[in-house]
């Protein structure tokens, strides 16, 4: 599963924890969520929203930033055909004051 194989691989790469779901506390993490997929002739290509926790909109941004050049090396492992940015931009949540950068990938994999 390509969202298990994301998980590790940031995992490994980066010095904060990385999820699929929220934890208690509110900033230092990575958040990972696929929004889509598609395929076509037995080539699946896949939509995450990588989303970068920070305790300021900065240290978001860093983390942001980390994250997209992890996402570099992501295009070596064996499945993996090619990682594409589409697009990465402030996703703060001004209620609550939690700042995040969301960074979104299409990659495309067997």
Do not use: C
């Not at 934890?23 to 997929?37: A, F, N």
């Not at 941004?61 to 992501?74: H, P």
Request: glycine residues 4%; charged residues 20%.
């Amino acid at each position: 599963m390509i969202a298990k194989t994301l998980l590790d691989y940031l995992d490994e790469a980066l010095n904060v924890p990385v999820v699929m779901e929220a934890p208690e506390q509110t900033s230092d993490y990575v958040l990972i969520d696929q929004t889509g997929s598609s395929r076509t002739n037995h080539i699946i290509t896949t939509t995450f929203a990588i989303q970068s926790f920070g305790g300021s909109l900065y240290e978001a941004m860093l983390l942001n930033e980390s994250v997209k050049a992890a996402m570099v090396g992501f295009a070596e492992l064996d499945d993996i055909t090619r990682v594409e940015l589409d697009t990465d931009y402030n996703y703060s949540d001004t209620e609550t004051k939690q700042y995040r950068w969301q960074a979104v990938y299409s990659i495309t994999h067997y």
